[in-house]
């Protein structure tokens, strides 16, 4: 089954397996010119969004995602620490926003959160969003009420990746099921949060799982508004700490076929961009990336310098994406 031109231009959610299939086997220059006139449909391709991701607690996680480093199952070298303070977020926020930032994520290291974290995060939220920033949680699983409890406090974005296929996940998370991650997304849309759910390549995982994650992503009842694909950065102490490398132009094709199948998200290049080339980032914007995430640090593992993505904007033309008005 083939998709024509005329088919890829409507946001749609019936994706076939056989028709995200056809579009990974495109030549790769037929799949870049695909996803790149969509994107110019949708967006402004000069534009792109910058996110900082705070992790507000990290380490010593229950549960045993075998790329994550904050697992207690693996020796990581990984501290475990508690809660961060009102106020060192808000110093936190702060700088984000003076380097550019216009969204701001706060990732804690929880199966899923009691509800008296609930409680502290809510008020981180209020707080960062009173800076004009958009907002952004990812805390684990979610019950419908901490759902609605978020919403209240101002949540814009939660997010929640899928990681991969319904097939391969099994091999990667045996501590909550897929089921588990759908239903969390389901209670972060009923409650009017804006989704961002996307997942990891090079895990090990075949083309044909690649194919899988896309559609699961594809035929959400509503596509994610932030569809974040990441590279797997390889950490010492996990399972997938394998020395394998991953192909620089699959990655691409995964964000393209992303850009594709869901062409009014905002397709997110995220994890892996410090052990990438110049080059192969901007193949992912012309693949119709319209997002990274700046700072030093993405949670635990290292991104580039701010000195290196100004210089890559530079050079390549492009320019952060306003914040909208709070
Ligand atoms: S990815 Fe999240 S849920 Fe999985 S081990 Fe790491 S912190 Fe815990």
């Not at 949708?42 to 991701?53: C, G, I, N």
């Not at 997010?159 to 099994?170: K, M, R, V, W």
């Not at 950490?235 to 132009?249: I, M």
């Not at 290049?269 to 990274?292: H, K, P, V, W, Y």
Request: glycine share 8%; with cysteine; proline share 5%.
């Amino acid at each position: 089954m083939s998709v024509s031109a005329s088919d890829a231009g409507a946001v749609r959610n019936d994706w076939a397996r056989a028709q995200v299939r056809a579009l990974f086997a495109l030549p790769f220059t037929e799949l870049l010119f695909q996803a790149q006139s969509l994107h110019r449909r949708y967006f402004d391709p000069r534009h792109v969004q910058l996110s900082t991701l705070l992790s507000i607690k990290t380490g010593g996680c229950p549960e045993d995602c075998a790329y994550c480093p904050q697992s207690a199952h693996y020796e990581t070298g990984v501290a475990a620490s508690k809660l961060m303070s009102l106020e060192a977020v808000m110093t936190e926020a702060r700088s984000a926003r003076d380097a550019g930032a216009s969204r701001f994520c706060l990732g804690a290291a929880w199966r899923e959160p009691k509800d008296r974290d609930l409680d502290a995060v809510c008020d981180l939220v209020a707080g960062v969003r009173g800076l004009g920033l958009e907002t952004c949680a990812t805390l684990g699983m979610l019950s419908a009420a901490q759902a609605r409890r978020l919403k209240a406090a101002g949540l814009d974005f939660y997010n929640h990746n899928l990681d991969t296929s319904p097939e391969f996940y099994g091999r990667i998370i045996t501590t909550r099921t897929y089921r588990d991650r759908l239903d969390t997304l389901a209670h972060v849309r009923n409650a009017g949060i804006k989704v961002c759910c996307g997942g990891i390549v090079g895990m090990g995982e075949s083309r044909e799982d690649r194919v899988g994650m896309i559609v699961a992503l594809a035929t959400l009842p509503l596509h994610p508004e932030s569809v974040p694909i990441n590279l797997l950065v390889q950490v010492e102490g996990t399972p997938l700490h394998t020395g394998a490398s991953f192909d620089p132009l699959e990655f691409v094709r995964t964000i393209a076929v992303a850009r594709v199948t869901m062409p009014a998200s905002m397709v997110r290049l995220s994890a892996g961009r410090e052990g990438m080339s110049d080059e192969t980032q901007a193949l992912c914007f012309l693949a119709g990336a319209n997002s990274i995430f700046i700072g030093p640090r993405l949670l635990t593992t290292d991104n580039p310098l701010p000195e290196r993505d100004r210089s890559l904007f530079s050079r390549l033309g492009l320019q952060p994406l306003e914040a909208p008005d709070a």
